[in-house]
């Protein structure tokens, strides 16, 4: 990794729903912006159950649809190396507690939501991305949405 590039590092439960498409729409965006070389983009899980699995299938077809692709395979978040990561994004506040307890430096944790402007003065309790793996299949199209307008929130903060 060169000293110039920004490291992020999008985390959720299982890695297999929603920081896998947080990953794959925030390089959809910096690819579409031109600044996708200004950063090494990952994601992982706290929970591991699911390590070295593709993204769920619900997650593929969305971002299919909407031209994204999923690259990565899930994996457990290893705190040793991932603290050292510039930020660390949860998609949830129990992700977030999660990763402060695993020793992550708070100033670098971040909830994806926090970046939608639309929601800039909406408490925290309002700002996670539910999960979806439970529920109807509607829930990863709210949930691609979601994290669409947080992630171009973020690339606006952050290139
Ligand atoms: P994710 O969703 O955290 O968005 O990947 C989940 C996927 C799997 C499980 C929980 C959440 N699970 O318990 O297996």
């Not at 709210?142 to 947080?150: F, K, L, N, P």
């Amino acid at each position: 990794m060169s000293d110039t590039r920004t490291s992020v590092l999008f985390v959720c439960l299982g890695n297999i729903c929603r920081s896998p498409l947080a990953e794959g729409v925030f390089l959809h965006l910096a690819q579409q912006r031109g600044v996708n070389d200004r950063f090494d983009v990952d994601s992982c899980g706290t929970g591991g159950w699911h390590a070295g699995e593709r993204p769920d299938p619900r997650s593929l077809a969305v971002a299919e649809k909407h031209g994204v692709s999923l690259p990565g395979h899930a994996r457990k978040y290893a705190p040793g190396a991932d603290n050292a990561l510039d930020w660390l994004i949860p998609m949830d506040t129990s992700n977030r507690d999660d990763l402060i307890e695993g020793g992550a430096p708070r100033e670098r944790v971040h909830l994806l939501r926090s970046f939608d402007p639309r929601l800039k003065d909406m408490p925290e309790r309002s700002l996670d991305v539910p999960d979806p793996y439970y529920g109807a299949p509607g829930g990863f199209d709210e949930v691609y949405g979601m994290i669409h307008r947080a992630c171009e929130g973020m690339l606006d903060a952050l290139a």
